[in-house]
């Protein structure tokens, strides 16, 4: 039996014709999910357990004017059937992002001459900044409201890392910390305390990006524009597993932006230089197959110097930095490294729906002064985006300036209308008991 379900969105802008089955059917026997739109909008179908708890993204996009159809074949996020029971479908339209005035002391945080930003399970936010004031490269650490946060039992929110050559740092399910250190990875724990340090011949001082997934390690190299990885599971003997040409990172002169991030299961996203042109980038999508790393498809549209990448694997997000370039900047430099004009520093938030990549949304905040990395919180609600102005370029040395200060701001992500209706599956009848 097929229940036809009319929702009316409260902007007024949408009318959704849903179809929706009390029971089971065959994949090709279920029937469309149908919404008519008056005027272009983002929109957003999430289905939710009957206690609110998210369960997966049906569709999502910025859709034009006419009738559109989404197919949903009453899966979960892993493509699951979902058991019988009571669900909750929400229908969000206008992502939005506010900028949290009350983060910090000053609606933001400032940095010496910062490079990456990560987040913990527990939503701390964890910046590495290069070269702070009187000390050597080491990340600070602060909680999500943006006030420190010690590393242990010590009294600091600063762990040094003795070093002035690293450029990236990761941090796994556990906390712990991996940060480049010329030719190897080291790893602390959460308190900062030494663990191990990963050594092999594969591990290059050109390595750019590195990222942890699945109790594996990668690496991204800016000299052979490929990724390494390496085996975590029994640390420190950390089996080198396969490597794998890559496009080219994003490289802002000497800097090279955090490009990789992972989404569910084995697959990963990594942004590029100039796949698309010179400082027009792309955003890709791999899979870890166990033996390399295999392209699957790639975004639509360029970017102009993509920079920064996150993922937020539950819902199947992307957020992708443009970094962009000053009003002051020295016009004629920026046309010699093929640049036109002047761009503004924006995210896009982009959904990857299993075979293509959609656009949801864009961001731009005019304060920003160069945008170098991004992150997110698990539950797609917080956006933490840190500026770096060396990033940026002035009229003295555009883009050369590596020393440039920069800024760590808070945005909370809502939608301007959210529908609700609740729904009955009756289940395949193969459920668990």
């Keep these: 039996m097929i229940h036809r379900i009319s929702i009316r969105i409260t902007s007024s802008f949408i009318l959704f014709l849903l179809f929706l089955c ?22 957003t179908v999430e289905l939710c357990g009957n206690d609110g708890t998210f369960i997966s993204v049906i569709c999502a996009g910025k859709y034009a004017v006419g009738k559109h159809q989404v197919f949903w074949n009453g899966t979960d996020e892993k493509g699951n059937m979902l058991p019988a029971g009571k669900y909750i479908l929400k229908i969000k339209t206008n992502r939005i992002a506010v900028k949290d005035e009350k983060f910090g002391k000053n609606s933001f945080i400032e940095f010496t001459n910062p490079c990456d930003v990560e987040m913990d399970s527990n939503g701390n936010i964890y910046i590495l900044d290069r070269q702070p004031q009187n000390k050597l490269c080491g990340i600070y650490k602060f909680d999500a409201n943006g006030f420190p946060k010690t590393y242990g039992t010590s009294s600091e929110n600063f762990l040094n890392l003795e070093n002035g050559s690293t450029t990236w740092f990761e941090l796994d399910c556990k906390g712990n910390i991996f940060y480049n250190f010329q030719n190897q990875i080291m790893a602390v724990n959460p308190t900062g305390g030494f663990l191990y340090a990963v050594q092999d011949k594969k591990i290059k001082a050109s390595t750019v990006a590195g990222l942890i997934h699945n109790k594996n390690l ?11 990885s390496f085996d975590l599971k029994n640390p420190p003997n950390c089996e080198y597993r396969f490597s794998s040409q890559v496009l080219m990172p994003p490289i802002v002169y000497l800097y090279v932006g955090p490009s990789m991030a992972a989404g569910a299961g084995n697959y990963f996203y990594l942004t590029d230089a100039r796949s698309c042109g010179n400082y027009m980038g792309a955003l890709v999508k791999y899979e870890d197959t166990g033996k390399s790393l295999e392209k699957l498809y790639q975004y639509r549209k360029p970017f102009k110097d993509s920079i920064g990448l996150a993922a937020d694997p539950q819902r199947n997000m992307v957020y992708v930095t443009e970094r962009g370039t000053c009003s002051t900047a020295n016009v004629k430099y920026w046309k010699l490294a093929g640049r036109n004009g002047i761009t503004s520093s924006r995210i896009y938030q982009i959904w990857d729906s299993g075979d293509d ?77």
Excluded at 23 to 39: A, G, Q, R, S, V
Excluded at 221 to 227: A, P, S, W, Y
Excluded at 376 to 402: H, I, Q, R
Aim: proline share 5%; net charge neutral; aromatic share 10%.
């Design 218 to 228: 990668y690496l991204r190299t800016r000299i052979n524009n490929d990724v390494s």
């Design 22 to 43: 009390g029971c089971h059917f065959p994949p090709e026997k279920f029937p469309d999910i149908i919404y008519e739109l008056k005027e272009p909008q983002e929109v």
């Design 357 to 433: 990549f959609k656009l949801v949304s864009i961001f731009e905040d005019k304060t920003i002064q160069g945008l170098r990395d991004v992150t997110v919180s698990p539950d797609g609600k917080l956006l933490y985006v840190l500026e770096d102005s060396d990033n940026f370029g002035d009229e003295k040395s555009p883009s050369l300036n590596l020393k440039g200060k920069g800024r760590l701001f808070k945005y909370n992500l809502s939608y301007t209308s959210v529908s609700e209706k609740i729904i009955y599956l009756k289940g395949t009848g193969n459920e668990k008991k």
